[in-house]
């Protein structure tokens, strides 16, 4: 058991350095790094943390003082599926809190975040960017518009089913 964990450790590890060895562009930072490598493991695990303080020659400290200082990174990893409630303007006045607390009520939870069983993870959105179609969701990234409570409700129980 500990040597499977110690493997996937060493994985993600690779993983993360074939990422920060990739990067290509002009000008590579601490933050184009930690931006990398979660737009491909879809969040920040400690290895990612260590990997880039070895690949940028600083320390750990700085590279999580970057880290921690940006909203957009995680470090825990995400549920099988994003479930993306839109809670801007348009879908508010068209009922959006209302689906909001149906579909965490489906999924057991009262806040953002992963469910239990890590099937889903629920975030809330400022403006999913399809604003005559509110109220909007999107589930793994496909947005879905002009949807029902009991719609949103079925897509929550399919998710966790
Ligand atoms: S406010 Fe919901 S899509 Fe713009």
Known sequence: ???????????V????????????????TVLSSLLE???????LPNEAIEETAAFSKTTINEVWSV??????????PPGD?????????SCHVMGAQQIL???QDELGIDREGE??????TL????????CAQAPVIAIDHHHKGKITTEFAAKMARELMA
Request: with cysteine.
């Open 1 to 11: 058991m500990a040597n499977e964990a110690s493997k996937a450790a060493d994985d």
């Open 13 to 28: 590890r690779t993983q993360i350095q074939t990422v920060l060895n990739g990067q290509n562009q002009p000008t590579v």
């Open 37 to 43: 490598i979660q737009d491909v493991l879809h969040y």
């Open 67 to 76: 880290a921690s200082f940006y909203t957009n990174f995680r470090f825990t």
């Open 81 to 89: 599926h994003t479930y993306e409630i839109c809670w801007g303007p």
């Open 101 to 103: 607390k149906r579909v």
């Open 115 to 120: 469910t239990e069983d890590g099937k889903v």
């Open 123 to 130: 975030k809330y959105g400022t403006c999913l960017g399809a």
